[in-house]
C-alpha cells in the first residue's frame, strides 16, 4: 500500500507527534506495538483536539471524560497524548525508556503508574467492558447530582481484538440494554489482528451486532478527520451507546508496513522509520516535538482546565457539595463499624442458625442503611445472592435514580463493569454470583487486584454444601485458585457474626478487592460471645481454645460447625481440641509471627474444609498434619448425603485426631 499522507492542518500534526513519538519509543525499545497508535492516530487527536475534556493539573478531577484504551498493546498512544497534554509525570525521559523497568511507561498502561491513566488494559475486551461501568457510573452519579456536578463522557478505543473478545457481547448487551448514551467506542477497524488479516477467524458484521444489541452505529474513514469529527459528534447527541466503526491502515505512515500485521508488534527499524519521517513529512529528530504542536496539544489541556474552574464554581454554590465530596472518598468507616458493631452484638444474642449468604444480606441491610454509595447487583442470582435489600432500587434503562444493577446472565461483564463503577468513583459496587461462578469473573477480579480496586464479589454456593444442583455447581478448586491471587483477600465467614465482620472489612479496603465466599446451607452462630474487634481481620483466631492442646483444628466457613462437632467427641475421649477458625488465610499470612503461633499451637493440626487441600500446607500446615475436604469434583445429592459420602464429617475429623494424637509420627 503506498499512502502518501497529507498534512495540511494542525491536527495533522497533532497525529503525527502521536505516530512518531510511537515509531521512536518502539524502537528505542526494540520491543511495542507500533501499529494501532499509528492507525489511529488521527481519531485520536481529532477525538482530544475537538472533544475530550480533561484537566492534566487536576488528573482525579470527577468530572472529566473518560479515556479508555481498551487495545491496551496501543500503550504508546496513551504515552503520546499524556506527554503532549503536558501530564507533569510525562516528560519526554519518560518517552524515551518506554517498556524499561521503573518506567510509568510500562508494556501496557497500568493503572496507577501514571496519573490520567483510567485503569489497566492489555487482556483485551476488558477495557471495553470496564468502560461500560464508568458510563453507568457517571449517569448514577448524574441521576443524583445532576448536571452541573456530574455530565461527561466515557471514550473507548477498542479493536478487532477487544470485539472478537466473549466479554464484548456481555458488555455491548448491557450497555446497549441500558441506553448508556455517554459511552462511545472507536472501533479500529483496520482489519488486521497479529496472525494476519481478521478475516482468517471472524467473519462478523459488527455493525449489524451492535446495532441488535441497541447501540446507534457509524462507520468512517479513521483518517478522514472532519468525518471522524462528524461521526463523534452525533454520537454524542445519540441516546444510544455509540460505535464508530473508524476504517484505520494500521501502522499509517510507515510506506512499506503499513496494513500488514507485520506493523502490529514490532519496531519498524530504522530506515522505514525515515522513510515514515518522509512520508508523514515530518523531519523532525526521535523525542523532538516543534512548538507549535506541543502548543496544540496544550491548548487541549487549556481548554480543559477552563472547564474544570467553570465546574469548580458550580460545585462551590451546589447544596449537594459535600455530599458529593463525601461520595469521591473512602467509606464513612466510623459510621459502619459503631452500625456494625451494634448488628454484631445483636446476632451474638440472638445466635440465629442462617446461611452465611443470608447472613450477608442481614450485614447487608445495615450497610446500605449506613453508606448511601454502595451499589449492589447480581448475575441474575439475587434471590440466591441475596444482595438486594429491602427497599433498594434498581436501575433501569434510561432511569439511573436506583443502586441496584441486574447484570443479566454475565458475570464477567458484571466484574469489568463494577471495576468501572469503582474506577469512576462515587460508588462501592458489590455483585453477585455463585462461588463456582468465579471462573467465569475471573480475567476481571485479576484486574481489580492488579489495579487495587476495592470491589466486593458476592460469591455465594461455596461448597458441596449447595447439595441437589451438583458438580457444576459445587466449587473444590475455587478458593485455592482465588487464594492463589495476590491482593485479593478471599473471606469464608463460619457464621453471622463472621459475615458481618467480613461486610466491615470488605468495605473498609481502598485498595485490595474482596470476595466472599458464603453457604448456602443455614449454619449456626458460633460466636455467641460478643467482642467489639472484628476478628476475622487476623485472619484466624481461636475460637475454642483448650488449656494443653492435643491437637489444633483448624476449619473455614460452613465446616466450623463440624470443627466443634469434633471437638466435642474428642473432649468426651479426654483428648483436648482446640477449633481455630481461619475465615482469611491472606490476612493470617501478614499477621505476626507471635499471633501466628499462638493461633496454630504446636500439636498436630488438622484442616477441614469442603475443598481441596492445595493452599493450606506451608501456611497452615505441617508436613504430617492432617487435612479433611475434597479431593475430586462433588456430586449431586442433598447436602447432609454429600458431606457424608465425601468423608467431611466431626467423626472423620475426631478420627484423624486419635490417629494423628497417638501416632508416634505426630512428632511436632
Ligand atoms: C485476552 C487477550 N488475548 C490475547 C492477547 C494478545 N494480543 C495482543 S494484541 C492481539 C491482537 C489484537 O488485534 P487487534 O485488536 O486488531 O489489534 P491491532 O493488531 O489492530 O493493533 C492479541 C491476540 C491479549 N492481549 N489479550
Ligand atoms: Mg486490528
Known sequence: MNVQTKVTTT???????????????????NSGHPGAPMGMADVAAVLFNRFVTLDPKQDR?????????????????????????????????????????????????????????????????????TAVGMALAERMLNARFGDALVDHFTYVIAGDGCLMEGISHEAIDLAGHLRLGRLVLLWDDNGITI???????????????????????????????????????????????????CRTVIGYGAPTKQGSHDVHGAPLGAEEIAAARRALDWPHPPFEIPEPVRGAWRAVAARGAAARQDWARRVAAHPQAEAFRAAQGPVDARALEAAMTAHKHRLSQDAPRVATRKASEMALEVVNATLPDTAGGSADLTGSNNTRTKGMRAVAPGDYAGRYIHYGIREHAMAAAMNG?????????????FLAFADYCRPAMRLSAL???????????????????GPTHQPVETLASLR????????????????????????????????????????PTVRTRHVEANLVARGAYVLRGAPHRDVTLIATGSEVELALAAADLLAAEGIAAAVVSAPCFELFAVQGAEHRAEVLGDAPRIGIEAAVRQGWDGLMLRPGDGFVGMTGFGASAPAPDLYRHFGITAEAVADLARHLTRSPAAAH
Open 61 to 129: 478531577w470527577p468530572d472529566r471524560d473518560r479515556f479508555v484504551m481498551s487495545a491496551g498493546h496501543g500503550s504508546m498512544l496513551v504515552y503520546a497524548i499524556h506527554h503532549l497534554l503536558g501530564y507533569d509525570d510525562m516528560p519526554m525521559d519518560q518517552i524515551r525508556r518506554f517498556r524499561q523497568l521503573g518506567a510509568r511507561t510500562a508494556g501496557h498502561p497500568e493503572y496507577g503508574h501514571a496519573k490520567g491513566i483510567e485503569m489497566t488494559t492489555g487482556p483485551l475486551g476488558q477495557g471495553l467492558a
Open 195 to 245: 496472525d494476519g488479516g481478521t478475516d482468517l477467524s471472524t467473519s462478523t458484521d459488527q455493525r449489524a451486532r451492535f446495532a441488535a444489541a441497541g447501540w446507534h452505529v457509524q462507520a468512517v474513514d479513521g483518517h478522514d478527520k472532519d468525518a471522524v469529527a462528524q461521526a463523534i459528534e452525533l454520537a454524542r447527541t445519540d441516546p444510544r451507546p455509540s460505535m464508530i466503526a
Open 421 to 433: 463503577l469503582a474506577l469512576h468513583g462515587g460508588l462501592r459496587p458489590y455483585g453477585g454470583t
Open 451 to 469: 489495579m487495587g480496586v476495592p470491589v466486593t464479589y458476592v460469591m455465594t454456593h461455596d461448597s458441596i454444601g449447595l447439595g441437589e444442583d
Open 11 to 29: 491536527e495533522d500534526l497533532m497525529a503525527n507527534a502521536i505516530r512518531a513519538l510511537t515509531m521512536d519509543a518502539v524502537q528505542q525499545a
Open 484 to 523: 492463589a491471587m495476590p491482593n485479593l483477600l478471599v473471606l469464608r465467614p463460619a457464621d453471622a457474626v463472621e459475615t458481618a465482620e467480613s461486610w466491615a472489612l470488605a468495605l473498609a479496603q481502598t485498595a485490595t478487592p474482596v470476595v466472599l465466599c458464603l453457604s448456602r446451607q443455614a449454619l
